[in-house]
């Protein structure tokens, strides 16, 4: 049990044996470090239950939790605060045990089955920056949840499906008429590979995608071709190919960023489940048709802005973005039987989510003991406070905006790295710490600037600080080892700035907990932060290899040793890798 959690269980206790009502007990940090390192909080209230003033109950508590030997400077404040600090022997004790294993100070909640939608890449669309942070905080939730005992499923949840394809089949028609794909007599399999790379699709996307917009008859051609796509062979294996030639560049870059997913499912994949969705609405009596389209009404009485019907099936009988998200949560429901489902998606989708939640709770297709849980997030602007464009205003693409990332921090780079190699390797893992903790680190509801510069900086609240932090313990202890200096023991905190180090050991556990209940990585990106200023503070004031008192020198390498397994820890939640040198 961690340290904190230890303290809250003596306390509940003690407040028991002495008789009065209590249902939780939690220490919070101090505020005011000089009276205790931590605070309890909670005897006004239970005093107000008690009819007792809350100083005589505070006492009374104090006076018993005194005998209690993890403890050390008991007092009580103001109304009724107990000041707590841990004792020297408590705090050493701890150290060492999060040094035989540093998943003592991690607390496993009750194990959850999961399922985190995040990413929502789209087949034949390039990614760009709007998907960098879906992916981000997706996938760095799915590693905190997998950390704290949960079963995670990751789907990519593909855009695999709608008017980019009739986009790209068009095209492709208009550049290769004779393929056998257009030939409405062909009755033979296809040919099984693909009549189109991925550079050729990524240019006629967008020479597609104008081409719609400035003429109708192409228009209605290609929405023509957009809903024949299942129904007309040709049409139907072209799409596949499109499929297959286009995820193997989206994989690449999810590799590049660090970021994987189970299941690389579409949205087409719900498609088997449509049918049966259906007849549940219509025995729940909760679709009815309106103007030749089926839809749901989803407004509650208490609604503070207006929540429009839900379209199920469009009047000409094709399905929406709604149809698949529901029947993709039916099928999830049907295979996997989570306990819980995330979907990490953009703010600016809130109502489309809100109104599949509804329908899917409505419809007792989620029962009511299984949560969907929306993680919005704001979107990355430049400096006009609009999402973030190229210098055409188009959406920059992610590849780019990692090559702009690895530019600046191999500028950056310290110069006595020469070999070509490595600095272009140590460029990519420094530029994508930057960009990936300047987006984790604001919450995620809010939208946040682009800043190159700011994020690049070695120092401040960035990536590369991290990094940096945390390479230089690693090359202490390395040249601890090579100097073969024993370092067992941890023998307690010598002074304030060392007590900080610990205290903030103490907080992790409940930093992870908070993150995973509010979704957020902000708390732990700004966790990692304060743990890694309050070690470099520590290690500029302490020269620990050339310390003459070995018991010191030994426990002083215990605790770095310690926080470098943070850092690791957290670091890869957040997705980060720590590289060999800076
Ligand atoms: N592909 C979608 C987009 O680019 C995002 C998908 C989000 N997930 C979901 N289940 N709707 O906007």
Known sequence: MTLIKQAEKIIFNTIKELGYEITEVTLHLSEHPQYGQFQFNGVMSLAKFAKKNPVIIANEIVEKLKYEKIFKNLNVAGPGFINISFSNEALAEYVNELNNDILNNVEKPEAKKIIIDYGGPNVAKTLHVGHLRSANIGDG???LARLLGYEVIGDAHLGDIGRQFGILIYEIKQKYPDLVYFDEKYKGEYPDYSPVTIQELNEMYPMGSKKIKENETILAEVRKITSEIMEKPGYKALWQHIISVSIPKLKE??????????????????????????????NKNLCYENNGALIVDVAKPDDKTEIPPIIIIKSDGSYLYSTTDLGTILGRMKRFNPDEIWYVVDNRQQLHIEQVFRTAVMSGIVPENVKLEYCGFGTMNGKDGKPFKTRDGDAMKLEDLLNKVYEASLERLNENITDLAER?????IIGLSALKYADLVP????????EIDKFCNLNGKTGPYLLYSAVRVKSLLNKAGEQKINFEKYIGPSDEVESEIIIKLLLMPKILENALNLKSLNIIAEYIYTLASSYNNFYESHIILTETDKNKRGSWLVLSKVVYEVYELILNVLGMEIPDKI
């Open 424 to 428: 272009q390797h140590l460029a990519k």
């Open 253 to 282: 870059i999810y590799d590049e960023l660090n970021i994987s997913f189970d299941l690389w499912e579409g949205e087409t994949d719900a498609y088997p489940y449509i049918l049966e969705l259906i007849e549940i609405l219509k």
């Open 443 to 450: 919450n995620r509801n809010t939208d946040y600037v682009f």
């Open 141 to 143: 939730l799915k590693h």
